[in-house]
């Protein structure tokens, strides 16, 4: 215990994290990577390292862009063809020009030779600088492909993630999604720009010079690509140990994002509680995995390069003693010229060998993010509409009916147990009851943002499933004991950006729950800039700008307010009961608040006890009968 104190405090523990980093530790964390290589961060196994479905199902994003993928690609074979001629250009200047040692240009005088090789020159030049605005083109192009494929991705992730039901939220860090739609969609935007279409140019450059080699000289060809089996034999298997490093990366990575995110969500428990020792220590550690993992990656793939340049070098050599074997032969079939544009087509074939590795890498790496992408966006969204759902009869009456419901957030772990009861049209009515009675359970479950696994939720006669989700909950208006707040300004989170809704009804709103007396006194009003989460305000301006933000969509519906005046002082929650007991006129609303004196007036109380509803009736019907609700009561003026 002592050592564990010392630690926490320490100061100098980041520097015992650096010792950890020993050679044994670092061997025994990278045995791990293969493990971790086979699952994501939910325990699901990955598929393999290329899959072509996957591979199609990503070129789909592509369809909208066919015509600027069309002139791309148009553009770098052009560019691929025309590459190849540049050492043939050099061949003919060195035999025709400045050797000159064949008939017939060894007869020509020098200014005959230097007419051709200015010839030869332009040529060279002009087809340069065609080979620039080429690969300018086809660059731009790949790029506003790239840009364009991704702006798409993240919008359907965030579309996709907006839809998911809150039971994925309960289960899934923030860090982690939030992982998903930066780095994995930026590696899958690296694959299309710099790997897909650079592979399709390699392919192209490498078909191109191969031609071009086999047509100048079959042999010194042969000899060349004679070494390419052993390089790809090297490559695969480096590429496969790139991968496992790779996708042990991207798990910590997500990790370390995950416990970042929550940390910094709960700075203020951190802090209050003396949590930074610990808590950087334990980050150390995630960042310490994530870096290993990185080095790995970072080690496998500093061996393309040298192994590629390696086995072009024994290539240039095979070629130099062939080259010198067929001179000796002296049948005129090699000449220097030739001799020096292979020793130029063997560096340029090498060279998208080389690119093609780092492709490789590349499609591999997005491999593992497009698993990541796709099923983030092939997860169900739990909740789902009908194909033909019922439409909201006008009047809508606002009767609500729980029939036999039973609920569970994790399996059978039931929160709710044969649940029963009924709400008629125009009632106020109360839960009440000790936290984890399933109070807060009910509201979640009328706005529909969990779906019952037993029984029925009716409104107005009819299974709240069979209502479209959206139609549903712009009826229903609802402020949390947690306001939330985002960034922008007052007037933009009490109107959520609805440009429909004018300012005379913002105002209107805000008068109503007497939250217009401390945004005038602001020195912009309305228009103050409001920081993340609301920064800077109490929490009682908070409760109550969420509560215009209720008021303001006028919901004709329900009206729902869980502990709406929980967080509110006492002069403030006498202003809001006024404006509480006029919107709750003519609607079905349902209050839940553990402060009884906000209940006492509304029609019917139901008592909850462990998911179960134990008693209901009014305020002093509930005190007369002398059960669960006057102890409650009696518990709480003491």
Request: hydrophobic share 45%; proline share 3%.
């Amino acid at each position: 215990m002592s050592k564990l104190i010392n630690d926490m405090y320490d100061p100098n523990y980041s520097i015992k994290a650096e010792k950890e980093r020993s050679k044994a530790g670092r061997k025994k964390r990278r045995v791990s990577f293969k493990k971790e290589a086979n699952f994501d961060e939910d325990g699901e196994a990955f598929k393999k390292a290329f899959d072509w479905q996957i591979m199609l199902r990503m070129l789909r994003y592509l369809k909208n862009y066919k015509i600027q993928l069309f002139f791309s690609i148009f553009l770098l074979l052009i560019y691929s063809a025309i590459a190849p001629i540049f050492p043939s250009l050099i061949a003919r200047a060195v035999d025709r020009y400045i050797i000159a040692n064949q008939a017939p240009f060894n007869s020509l005088d020098i200014d005959q030779r230097l007419n051709g090789l200015l010839i030869i020159v332009i040529i060279y030049i002009a087809l340069k600088v065609l080979n620039f605005a080429l690969r300018y083109g086809y660059t731009y192009l790949i790029s506003w492909l790239g840009q364009h494929i991704i702006f798409d991705i993240r919008k359907e992730m965030f579309k996709k993630i907006q839809s998911m039901h809150l039971g994925y939220f309960d289960k899934t860090p923030v860090g982690r999604l939030i992982t998903r739609i930066t780095s994995d969609v930026d590696a899958v935007q690296r694959m299309i720009t710099d790997g897909l279409v650079g592979l399709i140019a390699d392919l192209g450059l490498l078909v191109g010079l191969a031609v071009y080699m086999l047509v100048i000289n079959w042999q010194l060809a042969l000899i060349t690509i004679s070494v390419m089996p052993i390089l790809f034999f090297v490559m695969n298997f480096i590429s496969n140990q790139i991968r496992n490093a790779y996708r042990a990366m991207r798990i910590r990575l997500s990790r370390s994002n995950a416990y970042l995110a929550e940390n910094l969500s709960g700075m203020k428990t951190v802090q209050l509680f003396n949590r930074e020792s610990r808590n950087q220590q334990k980050f150390d550690k995630l960042n310490l995995s994530l870096l290993d993992s990185q080095l790995e990656q970072l080690r496998w793939f500093a061996y393309f390069f040298p192994v590629v340049q390696f086995t072009g070098s024994i290539a240039t050599g095979l070629i130099l003693i062939l080259s010198v074997y067929m001179l000796g032969l002296g049948n005129g079939t090699i000449t220097i010229g030739i001799i020096i544009a292979f020793i130029q087509y063997s560096s340029m074939f090498f060279q998208p060998l080389r690119d093609l590795s780092d492709k490789i890498n590349i499609m591999q790496a997005a491999m593992a993010s497009s698993e990541r992408i796709f099923s983030l966006l092939d997860t169900p969204a739990g909740i789902i509409n009908k194909p033909d759902p019922s439409e909201f009869v006008s009047p809508f009456r606002g009767k609500i009916e729980f029939k036999n419901v039973s609920f569970a957030y994790n399996d059978d772990d039931w929160v709710l147990r044969d649940l029963n009861f009924t709400i008629n049209p125009g009632e106020s009515a109360a839960f009440v009851g000790h936290t984890g009675a399933g109070k807060t359970t009910i509201i979640s479950l009328v706005s529909r943002f969990y779906d019952v696994q037993k029984g029925q939720i009716l409104l107005d006669d009819i299974d709240i499933r069979d209502y479209e989700q959206r139609d549903l909950r712009k009826h229903v208006g609802i402020v949390l004991q947690d306001p939330f707040l985002f960034s922008g300004t007052i007037k933009s989170n009490i109107s959520l950006d609805d440009d429909s809704i004018a300012m005379e009804q913002i105002i209107e709103a805000a008068k109503f729950v007497n939250a217009h007396t401390f945004i005038s006194k602001l020195p912009q009003g309305y228009d103050t800039p409001v920081l993340e989460r609301g920064a800077g305000f109490s929490t009682g301006q908070k409760q109550l700008i969420a509560f215009a933000r209720t008021l303001v969509q006028n919901p004709d519906i329900l009206l729902i307010l869980d502990e709406a005046t929980a967080n509110i002082d006492t002069e403030t929650e006498e202003l809001i009961q006024d404006a509480l007991k006029k919107i709750m006129q003519g609607r079905t609303s349902i209050v839940i608040a553990h402060r009884l004196s906000t209940i006492q007036n509304v029609d019917k109380i139901m008592v909850m006890s462990k998911g179960k509803l134990i008693e209901q009736g009014k305020h002093l019907e509930l005190l007369k009968q002398d059960g669960y609700y006057r102890k409650l009561y009696e518990l709480q003026y003491q």
